[in-house]
């Protein structure tokens, strides 16, 4: 077997991997971009849940950190009382989606929309877990998750000029910028 400088070989029961410093590089900076994804679109999350209930007083005598006096009460919660629930998990997720998308060193796109993913799948648990409105679980999981992904990419996009694409091949073999 022969390994030179930039190749690693790392051989398992089974199997082997073959990964050189660059290409490891951009796999822990792209695990890098989940984790840092996850964590930032959470805390804004979880950021505007708690300020929610100083900018729209939830119903008199409900406690929103009780799972069953918001069980009990959420006949009494108006549309307004959804305005931060759902702002806190749009731009939860963009914010998660923009950094995944400036963070990952490839596939940044997919990235982004991995983390769009988790919070949807975050956003279809608290439906089943969390008393709402039809209406307002429909417009959460419609609206607030792979949207906000997709607006996360193009916000990217425009901020890296255009470096988070590839460049495509163009007339004579030179590379143009798309």
Known sequence: MVVNQQTAVVVGCCCSLSLGNKHMKTILRNILAVVIG???????NMALIIVSPQVIAPPAGVDVTDS?????????????????PFLAHALGTLSG?????????????????????????GGIAAGFMIPAPLWFIILDLAAAYIPMAWIGTLLGHRILGGAGRKP???????????
């Not at 495509?168 to 798309?178: D, F, I, R, V």
């Open 97 to 121: 989606a923009l950094l995944a998308f400036l963070i990952a060193a490839s596939h940044r796109c997919v990235f982004a929309y991995a983390i769009g993913a988790v919070f949807l799948a």
């Open 68 to 84: 069953k006096s918001l069980s009990a009460a959420m006949h009494l919660f108006e549309p307004k009382h959804f305005v931060f």
């Open 38 to 44: 996850v964590a930032v679109g959470g805390s804004v």
């Open 168 to 178: 495509e091949a163009g007339p004579g073999g030179g590379l143009n910028k798309t």
